[in-house]
Antibody, heavy 123, light 108 residues
C-alpha cells in the first residue's frame, strides 16, 4: 500500500523559510516522479511543483518559481519542498503526491496522495 | 497563464446521470485527469488519460473529451458520489500544469 506522510509544516512569518518533507513507502520510490500540490483555506487545488524520478527534471508553478525548490533523496525515500521568502498567500494544506507514470520523463499527474500538512504564513 | 474552466456546481437526483465539464484550449492535445475530494480528505483519482478508470473506481465513472471540453460522467449517481470534482491537465507546451476550479456535485 502506498503511504505518503508529510511533515515540517506550521506557522511561519512572511519572508521566512520552511522545509516540507514527505516520507514515502509501499512502492519503489525511485521509479516515480513526485509532486507537491496545495489547497488554500476554502479554495481549490493548485499544482505547486514536480520532480522526475531521477531529479533530472523539476518544474514549478509561476506563483512559486524562484522561491520554492523541490528535491528528493531516493536513498531515503523522501521528497522535500524548500520554501523561501514565504508569503501570506502561500498559506495552504500541502499535499505530497506520487506520479501516475513509472519512470516518466517528466512529472505527469498525481495518482496517490498524502494526507497533507498545513502551512500558515502570518505575522 | 493556462486555465481550465469548470461549472461551480452540478446537482442531480440519485440514479440520474451527472455530467461535469472542463474546458481548456489544450485539451484536444493533452490528457485530462479527474479527481474527487470529499470533505476533509485528500483527493482521489477517478479518471486518467481522458477516459481510463484506475482500479477500484466504480464503472459508473467514465471520461470523454470532445475538442476543448473534457467531460466526467457518473451514470446512476449515488449519494456517496457527492464531493468536489477537479479536472487537471497541462497547457499545449506542457509547461503549465493546472487544476480546474472545481465542481461541487450534489446528489439528493
Amino acid at each position: 500500500e502506498v503511504q505518503l506522510v508529510e511533515s515540517g509544516g506550521g506557522l511561519v512569518q512572511p519572508g521566512r523559510s520552511l522545509r516540507l518533507s514527505c516520507a514515502a513507502s509501499g512502492f519503489i520510490f525511485d521509479d516515480y516522479a513526485m509532486h507537491w500540490v496545495r489547497q488554500g483555506p476554502g479554495k481549490g487545488l493548485e499544482w505547486v511543483s514536480g520532480i522526475s524520478w531521477n531529479s533530472a527534471t523539476t518544474d514549478y508553478a509561476d506563483s512559486v518559481r524562484g522561491r520554492f525548490t523541490i528535491s528528493r533523496d531516493n536513498d531515503k525515500n523522501s521528497l522535500y519542498l524548500q520554501m523561501n521568502n514565504v508569503r501570506v498567500e502561500d498559506t495552504a494544506l500541502y499535499y505530497c503526491g506520487k506520479d501516475i507514470l513509472k519512470l516518466g520523463v517528466v512529472p505527469a499527474a498525481v495518482k496517490d496522495w498524502g494526507q497533507g500538512i498545513l502551512v500558515t504564513v502570518s505575522s | 497563464s493556462y486555465e481550465l474552466t469548470q461549472p461551480p456546481s452540478v446537482s442531480v437526483s440519485p440514479g440520474q446521470t451527472a455530467r461535469i465539464t472542463c474546458s481548456g484550449d489544450a485539451l484536444p492535445k493533452k490528457y485530462a485527469y479527474w479527481y474527487v475530494q470529499k470533505s476533509g480528505r485528500a483527493p482521489v483519482l477517478v479518471i486518467y488519460d481522458d477516459n481510463i478508470r484506475p482500479s477500484g473506481i466504480p464503472e459508473r465513472f467514465s471520461g470523454s473529451t470532445s475538442g476543448p471540453v473534457a467531460t466526467l460522467t457518473i451514470s446512476g449517481a449515488q449519494v456517496e458520489d457527492e464531493g468536489d470534482y477537479f479536472c487537471y491537465s497541462t497547457d499545449s507546451s506542457g509547461d503549465h500544469r493546472v487544476f480546474g476550479g472545481g465542481t461541487k456535485l450534489t446528489v439528493l
